[in-house]
């Protein structure tokens, strides 16, 4: 320090955002990779990120080969990354990234800067709440997310209500059944506002395991209560409004990137995602700053994220020691070296990475992730200008991941832009407007 009035300043290889399992797993695989200095900035006491709150099985198979509860994984994951020498750095909140690598951070005790060689944003996603869903009604308690529900039962132990009405059918959904039903909570329905469920589609059968209706093409347009919540006006599939009795509401899915921090770093931001946009090595614009985990599309599993992290983790590994491809600081020769991939269809909800830097030698990420908005039955085709490169036939979900591999571009340059678009087999297999 130049003087006791300045700020601190720690100097470090590399600084990780986020906690969560795709933050803990990029920071173990760094120290595994030589990296002497890994910090960890996680603004909660805990580190672990969202299994914290998940007190219930299957975590941990890929990671730990064992069946583990959500608290249990977490705590695993921040064992192994301190048994490395990490530095978890916990009530820690960045304020603020510089384009150089300088993050300001909000400690206990005080602010200080922290100045990295290379930044890993993994701040993951939250949920979207009732305010931005727009249902009506008045402001009762016992409303809540599902993120927010397993914070209170498994980190609080608190039971916010006994007979709730679950609100989408995504992971997330059926995870809150779980915690309903260990905290011996009955919900009383379950509301889809698709013609099927969002997710892998044995999970139907959950709800009636625990005899829970599930309405499909459902919807909540109105909460009632006063104090608390007495019930919800639904509008059903075939448009007519119904009353449940409940006690409570758990929004459940939609989730929204936790990009404020990309937006204040300057990063391009993806307007499909709502995450930074990043090539195959998770390289946002600002090349000196990497991006992973849910952030980068809402919403993967925790194994999918740890396994995203560690990659993650051994790319900046390898840009830190010279081995990546590297990008050029000006924009315009940056560009000029990669290919964007735009969306032609509606059908299409995101594509992840967004960029792939060129010539695409095999390293970095193996596919290029698709998500679908609705239900739709045909081609996907990916075309290299006007000339189709891959395409394939699919039955596709909303939510449901599709990959396409990246290998099939080795023999592409750089003159022209990848297109995504898909082929409805006939206009009713696409269920438009759903």
Known sequence: ????????????????????????????????????????????????????????????????????????????????????????????????????????????????????????????????????????????????????????????????????????????????????????????????????????????????????????????????????????????????????????????????PESSLANKAGLDIDPHTGGPVIDQFGRCSNPGIFATGNLLRPVETAGWCWREGKNTGAWVADDLKGKLPQVKNNLTQSLAQSLAISLESPLIKLAVPQRIQMPYDGTGMKHIQIRFLQSCKGQLILLYGSRVIWRKSLNAKPEARVLIPLHILKNISVKDQLHLDFQCADSSSCHLGE
């Open 1 to 256: 320090m130049s003087d006791k009035n300045s700020v601190p300043v720690v100097h470090c290889d590399v600084v990780i955002i986020g906690g969560g399992p795709s933050g803990l797993s990029a920071a173990t695989e760094l120290k595994k990779q030589g990296i002497a200095n890994v910090i960890i900035v996680e603004r909660e006491a805990d580190a672990g990120g969202i299994p914290r709150h998940c007190g219930h099985p299957p975590f941990g198979m890929r990671e730990f080969s064992r069946v583990m509860t959500g608290p249990g994984y977490a705590r695993a994951l921040v064992r192994r990354a301190e048994r490395c020498g990490v530095d978890i750095r916990l009530n820690t909140s960045v304020i603020n990234i510089d384009p150089d690598g300088k993050l300001q951070v909000s400690t206990p005790q005080g602010i200080s800067n922290i100045m990295a060689d290379r930044v890993i944003i993994a701040t993951g996603v939250r949920e979207k709440p009732r305010s931005a869903r727009l249902v009506s009604g008045t402001r009762p308690l016992a409303i809540t997310t599902v993120g927010a529900l397993q914070s209170m039962i498994y980190l609080k132990h608190l039971i916010p209500f006994r007979r709730p009405v679950i609100v989408g059918s995504e992971l997330v959904s059926f995870s809150a059944i779980w915690t309903c039903i260990g905290a011996g909570i009955k919900p009383v329905a379950m509301l889809e506002k698709t013609k099927s469920i969002l997710t892998f589609w044995p999970s139907q059968w959950f709800p009636r395991l625990f005899r829970i209706p599930l309405f499909y093409q459902s919807s909540i347009v109105e909460i009632l209560g006063k104090d608390r919540v007495t019930g919800v006006v639904i509008s059903d599939q075939s448009g007519q409004l119904r009353n449940i009795k409940c006690d409570g509401v758990i929004f459940s899915g939609e989730f929204l």
